[in-house]
């Protein structure tokens, strides 16, 4: 096998050339492969000799067979013998380039490879440190009511009909034209009125119904309804009230602090609180400096970025959405559906994440290599510890589950935790 190459940015263009002796071995091996499909009056199927399927079908019958299985063999045999080559997409046959002559046969192999990253400044750089945002009363009253309605209670309530801001427990039956139709329907449903979680008009009709009250109530379903076949049809459900439940929200006072705290008095509690958002706020205003330091480091850099590389990162991302859709009980044809949308609007949503994920992760992978950090088993072991201990496991027990695969997962945590530490100290941030 003889070869040459060229590079055009991240396309790499590898001719190889043979003779007409290894060609003859790929022309007969495609033989071997394909006679079987041929069927020929006075022969066995699949013993029809090579030179009567061709001058039946043609001399270069199997041409474009014997040229895929010395491409593929010799893209492979390419690959193992320079092993700083990295492709980021399937080669192709570049057609055009095949030649045949009494010398042998030629062809080319093109393939989009990894980018040659030039790396711009990366330490000594200046970068204006985040402010960190004040903590304010209405933050502290914030989470406070969060607390307060952790921790409320519901009251039934007997004596008045449905009013605004009710939870209230109903049987309902919905028709079009008279037909009940489907997801119409349901007994003893739980919704708050005025949290507009149903049709338009539906909860409004319902205040002032008593308990044991059945009436008609007639909406309109929006144009644009996840359901086409109900989108601006009107609707009738037949409603029944079956209970009414209000929600009971304890008073913020000295008793309260020392039933959901440790601190005896409301305002130690509060204290406490405003140092819990000033602890979150400080991290968010580390996290903002960090980002703007990593994305001045890769906007330095030089490099043209393959677009086979974002499609790949954004399939990855397509699938880590299906996933969460399906722990959910939704498919992504049913997300699609609800959400009037196609998978070239969700890859689209996806488009500038992943160029900058994947613009970062080149410009830091060839930090890693300038700098020759590398992790080692104790660290990567420490680090499988810490995650095993949070997720209330023992060292043993997860490390004897990993996978090699797994296990890079920590060992790549290892080196981006020593490559920012590397950037922050190297850096200004003030």
């Not at 001045?296 to 699938?319: K, S």
Request: charged content about 30%.
């Amino acid at each position: 096998m003889k070869y040459t190459t060229k590079r055009n940015v991240n396309t790499l263009t590898i001719t190889f050339k043979m003779t007409q002796e290894e060609w003859a071995d790929f022309d007969k091996r495609a033989y071997e492969q394909n006679k079987g499909k041929y069927n020929i009056p006075g022969f066995r199927k699949g013993h029809v000799p090579k030179n009567i399927l061709e001058n039946r079908y043609g001399k270069g019958l199997f041409f474009e067979d014997a040229l895929y299985i010395a491409a593929q063999e010799y893209y492979t045999a390419f690959l193992d013998k320079n092993k700083k080559v990295l492709p980021v997409a399937r080669p192709a046959i570049d057609e055009k380039s095949v030649k045949i002559d009494e010398k042998g046969v030629s062809f080319a192999v093109v393939v989009t490879v990894r980018p040659e990253v030039v790396l711009g400044q990366y330490k000594g750089l200046t970068i204006e440190k985040t402010p960190v945002q004040e903590v304010k009363d209405q933050d502290i009253d914030a989470e406070l009511d969060k607390v307060v309605q952790r921790n409320a209670r519901f009251v039934e309530i007997t004596d008045r009909a449905v009013a605004e801001g009710d939870q209230v427990n109903l049987d309902y039956c919905g028709k079009v034209n008279g037909v009940a139709f489907e997801g119409g329907t349901a007994e003893k449903q739980s919704l708050t009125i005025g949290s507009h979680t149903f049709i338009p008009g539906f909860e409004e009709q319902l205040v002032g119904m008593a308990i044991g009250e059945t009436k008609d109530i007639t909406v309109t379903f929006p144009e644009e309804y996840h359901a086409e076949e109900l989108a601006g049809k009107e609707a009738v459900f037949t409603c029944t009230i079956n209970g009414i439940t209000v929600k009971e929200l304890p008073t913020l006072d000295d008793d309260f602090a020392q039933d959901v705290s440790e601190f005896s008095t409301m305002e130690e509690y509060r204290a406490d609180i405003a140092r819990i958002i000033g602890e979150r706020y400080t991290k968010d205003a580390e996290n903002a400096d960090e980002s703007k330091l990593v994305e001045t480091i890769v906007e330095a850099a030089q490099f043209e970025l393959p677009e086979e590389m974002v499609e790949e990162q954004i399939d990855n991302y397509v699938e880590d959405f299906k996933y969460q859709l399906m722990y959910q009980g939704l498919d992504i044809d049913s997300y699609f559906k609800y959400t009037n949308s196609t998978m070239e609007d969700l890859r689209a949503q996806h488009k500038d994440r992943a160029t900058k994920a994947v613009r970062t992760r080149l410009v830091f992978e060839e930090i890693v290599k300038a700098e020759k950090i590398k992790a080692t088993a104790k660290q990567i072991n420490e680090k499988i510890k810490e995650y095993a201990e949070r997720n209330g496991s023992t060292y043993e027990d997860f490390n004897a589950q990993l996978r090699p695969e797994d296990r890079y997962y920590f060992e790549n945590q290892v080196i981006t935790e020593a490559l920012l530490a590397l950037l922050k100290k190297e850096n200004t941030i003030a």
